[in-house]
């Protein structure tokens, strides 16, 4: 389990899709860790051209184009991280890594 790999959910808490896919924007040393949380940011078929929102698609395992709303961060069990989609490398963990900046309001 690594930083940017996306995981099918099965039956998220709050959300009326009965599956939805889902980052870890978690720290590795967290990830390795006895926690047994990751953070987690959703992945939605829809953006509102926001700078919190990071294109995903294909590349990373998807059907279709789609979007990380790092506005929307959530803490998931890691035993529920086991339908591995894909993941996203280079410039998307780099645009991820900008919209978690701007989500939360971090400087540099």
């Not at 051209?49 to 803490?75: I, R």
Request: aromatic letters at 6%.
């Amino acid at each position: 389990m690594r930083r940017g790999e996306l995981y099918r959910v099965r039956d998220p808490r709050d959300d009326p899709k009965s599956g939805r896919v889902f980052v870890i924007v978690s720290r590795p040393e967290l990830l390795k860790a006895p926690f047994p949380y990751a953070i987690c940011a959703p992945v939605h078929s829809r953006a509102h051209g926001l700078d919190t929102q990071v294109a995903v698609g294909p590349a990373e395992g998807l059907k279709h184009d789609s979007w990380v709303h790092c506005d929307s961060l959530t803490s998931i069990r890691k035993r529920f991280l086991t339908d591995y989609i894909g993941r996203m490398r280079g410039p998307r963990i780099e645009a991820l890594n900008r919209g978690l900046v701007a989500a939360l309001e971090l400087s540099g």
